[in-house]
């Protein structure tokens, strides 16, 4: 037995088995689909065979296609990581697709208008969409649409939710960019309009669009006009801190993770990197290259509609109506990859792979229910089928009970009750009892009285 148990021990079989598979071109070639932790989402507003395409980050290489119709400018999202969504380009309707099922799309969400833009929560809760000069916003587990905020006096151009999910931010054609707590505006009073928490009004020409930092309720939002600016804000406060003058109308923008650069996107097809860390300090002044980190971005034919900048901050995306998206090294500020499109780019993105992007037999945790059309308020505590509506507290009520206080109250109620019963007012308890008790065999006598009656009917002859 010693002799046999030293050969399983030395025995190697299970080495070399897993150096074979471990060159094996199938598994090579499951372990390069697996390996991108970024990748580059686009769609075109010219494509005929698919909607929106997979690129992988570093190579360039299509990893997947999503068919069906052509995506609006500013509409791509992905929700809980588990779907992904696109408003049609000129239609009402937003096309849905689990995001492991490239071939299929999943459903359509009816708006009540032609969608402009488009956008979902980082924590999946809710969505938001621009129709004309209203915005819809949905709760993503019951479907049910919570709000229509209509303060803005033109089209939305685009939207953008805060990290933490607790702001998102709306801006139009109206010069206008409005800060919204998700707190104020998801409420049980629909009768009460709710009010922006900032209205951000020192534009003087159509925004066409706008970038939210990190820190949730401290970031900091960039906006592009046509009146050639290019605004930095403080949201908490509403307050302007930068303003930066171009000579061409700045069509799209965005920051880098550590919100060193801002980056401009510009009609003319120029790129412009503006340092935020510069040791002048002044709000408003006119971009000029220079050595200190303002820069240009030089090979696009066409404006630049879309910016996006990797988590590491190396490689900035753009995509441009010259048909192409490109990759640039922020560094070199030189163009390393480009990506061909079928016509004008509407939306180009670098995100995090999800988990279940390559795994084609997993399905969501979750689907989606069926989105509604009109807002509906429930009428009680039965309404809209017994479902319940949950809604997060309002800051400003001030004289609701925190929930330390409710459950000192609770608690000290249930002590009162089961003293009561154990210890006072005893006499009153037995009566009780014996009252049940003779309650009871009434009870019993009656039901007694019944079965021999039935039994009577059932077994007399006819």
């Given amino acids: 037995m010693a002799i ?45 065979l698919w909607n929106c395409t997979v690129f992988d980050l570093h190579s360039g290489s299509s990893l997947l296609s999503y068919r069906g119709g052509n995506s609006a400018a500013r509409s791509l999202a992905v929700l809980r990581g588990e779907f992904l969504l696109s408003a049609q380009l000129g239609k009402n309707f937003i096309n849905v697709w689990e995001i492991q099922r490239k071939d299929q799309l999943q459903q359509k969400i009816v708006c009540p208008g032609v969608v402009t833009c488009l956008t979902a929560s980082p924590d999946g809760a809710f969505l938001a969409a621009g129709v004309a000069e209203a915005v819809y916003l949905w709760e993503v587990c019951t479907g049910k649409l919570l709000a229509v905020l209509s303060r803005h006096y033109q089209d939305v151009t685009c ?17 206008l960019a409005l800060v919204w707590n998700v707190c104020s505006v998801v409420q049980m009073d629909l009768s009460h309009a709710p009010e922006p928490r900032h209205v951000l009004s020192r534009h003087s020409l159509p925004i066409t669009d706008l970038h939210c930092g990190h820190m949730g309720a401290q970031a900091r939002v960039a906006t592009s006009s046509l009146d050639q600016t290019a605004k930095v804000w403080e949201l908490s406060s509403g307050e302007l801190l930068l303003s930066v003058l171009f000579d061409v109308e700045i069509m799209s923008v965005t920051f880098d993770p550590s919100e060193y650069f801002l980056f401009c996107g510009g009609r003319d097809g120029n ?40 988590m590491d901050g190396t490689l900035l995306l753009s995509g441009s109506q010259d048909e192409t998206a490109r990759l640039w090294d922020v560094q070199s500020r030189q163009s390393v990859r480009c990506l061909a499109h079928k016509g004008p780019v509407t939306n180009a993105v670098i995100m995090a792979v999800s988990a279940n992007m390559f795994l084609p037999d997993s399905r969501p945790a979750v689907p989606l229910p069926r989105f509604s059309r009109h807002l509906q308020a429930p009428e009680g505590p039965d309404a809209e089928g017994g479902g319940a509506w949950v809604r997060p507290a309002l800051h400003t009520q001030e004289e609701e009970e925190s929930y330390l206080q409710k459950a000192d109250r609770l608690y000290s109620l249930m002590h009162a009750v089961s003293d009561k019963a154990l210890c006072g007012d005893g006499e009153n308890s037995a009566l009780r009892v014996a009252e049940l008790e003779e309650e009871v065999q009434t009870l019993k006598k009656v039901n007694k009285d019944l079965f021999e009656f039935s039994s009577q009917l059932l077994t007399k002859p006819t």
Avoid: W, Y
């Fill in 271 to 310: 790129i412009f990197q503006v340092s935020l860390c510069s040791q002048s300090l002044n709000r408003e002044k006119s971009f000029q290259s220079d050595g200190e980190g303002n820069q240009v971005f030089k090979g696009h034919r066409s404006l630049v509609t879309c910016l996006s900048v990797s």
């Fill in 4 to 48: 046999m148990h030293l050969n399983v021990r030395c025995h190697p079989p299970l080495k070399i088995r897993r150096r074979k598979r471990s060159v094996s071109p199938s598994c090579l070639a499951e372990a390069n689909m697996a390996a991108p932790l970024e990748v580059v989402i686009s769609s075109d507003s010219g494509s005929q």
């Fill in 159 to 175: 939207l953008k939710f805060t990290d933490d999910s607790s702001h998102f931010v709306s801006a139009g054609k109206d010069n």
